[in-house]
């Protein structure tokens, strides 16, 4: 039994790609940390709508333009296992990848990039700054680190059910089946926008999604994504490439049930496409 490949993957960013939410780096930073966490949860969660948390929490927080930056490398600190490899794989397989989030635009797009992902396709969240906060008088051709929050870009990632609008943006016309990976609630309501939502654990698992995401991956590894994305068959066309190290990291994973599923006739279809292939495997080793 077969298991088509997704040619277009997208990814959410936070508790994803990388282990830390960006607003919750911003908060501790402002020492605002448990309030922000408190909604975040609330909203990751499916409890509270995003758009009710979103302008509450910034508001709190009020970051200047330098905080917000420093929230790149927190994300590159802070990057899943495997998440470089995954992306590099993928492209080297001929899929592309997109990253979709409700996080600030500019580290999102910093971090997108260093993991190997064109920033043309990178959605989040754009701020803007107040101009005459900060020592704006003595920074006039470079950006005032100092320079504080004024607004942001109220737009479909902002609130809880925009995400798929962005898919449909980002996919376009083009041909090829679409999978959207994520650990919140707002990842799981733009599941309907694409041909499978992935829910993803390793770092949260979040009740709602681990009910009702058709697949999920429980590691803290995003290996296992490599057979789901590319398809069992894939792993096998890695074998003496750059990529064979991540191909038998997700082999070894999905041996430990790393990968779940609530829907019963995907799990028939991917547990017989990835048993056939690995047979075919272990003949051709021979």
């Not at 942001?152 to 376009?172: H, N, Q, R």
């Not at 995003?222 to 069992?232: F, M």
């Not at 890695?238 to 070894?252: D, Y």
């Not at 994973?253 to 495997?281: M, V």
Request: with cysteine.
């Amino acid at each position: 039994m077969r298991w088509p490949p997704y040619q277009h993957v997208f990814f959410d960013c936070d508790s994803t790609l990388t282990t830390v939410e960006g607003i919750d780096v911003l908060a501790e930073s402002a020492d605002k940390k448990w309030r922000v966490e408190v909604l975040t949860k609330a909203a990751m969660d499916g409890h509270l709508d995003l758009e009710d948390v979103y302008e509450k929490r910034l508001t709190a927080v009020k970051p200047t333009r330098g905080q917000v930056h420093a929230i790149r490398q927190a994300y590159k600190n802070n990057t899943v296992a495997d998440a470089r490899e995954l992306i590099a794989a993928l492209h080297f397989l001929g899929h592309n990848v997109y990253i979709i989030s409700g996080g600030l635009l500019a580290p999102v797009v910093e971090f997108g990039v260093y993991l190997g992902v064109d920033s043309a396709h990178i959605r989040a969240v754009p701020l803007e700054y107040n101009a005459l906060s900060g020592e704006w008088w003595r920074n006039r051709n470079d950006p005032d680190p100092d320079m504080r929050y004024l607004t942001f870009d109220k737009g479909p990632l902002t609130i809880s059910d925009g995400k798929a609008e962005i898919v449909a943006e980002l996919k376009g016309n083009q041909r090829g089946r679409s999978l959207l990976i994520g650990d919140g609630t707002s990842d799981l309501l733009a599941g309907r926008a694409v041909d499978l939502f992935v829910g993803f654990g390793g770092v949260v698992a979040r009740e709602r999604v681990l009910r009702e995401a058709p697949v999920f991956i429980h590691s803290e590894s995003l290996a296992p994504l490599l057979a789901v994305a590319a398809g069992p068959g894939a792993l096998a066309t890695l074998h003496g490439t750059p990529h064979e190290g991540l191909s038998k990291r997700a082999h070894q994973l999905i041996a430990a049930d790393a990968i779940s599923f609530t829907d019963a006739r995907l799990e028939r279809k991917f547990r017989n496409a990835y048993a056939i292939n690995d047979e075919q495997a272990s003949v051709d080793r021979r």
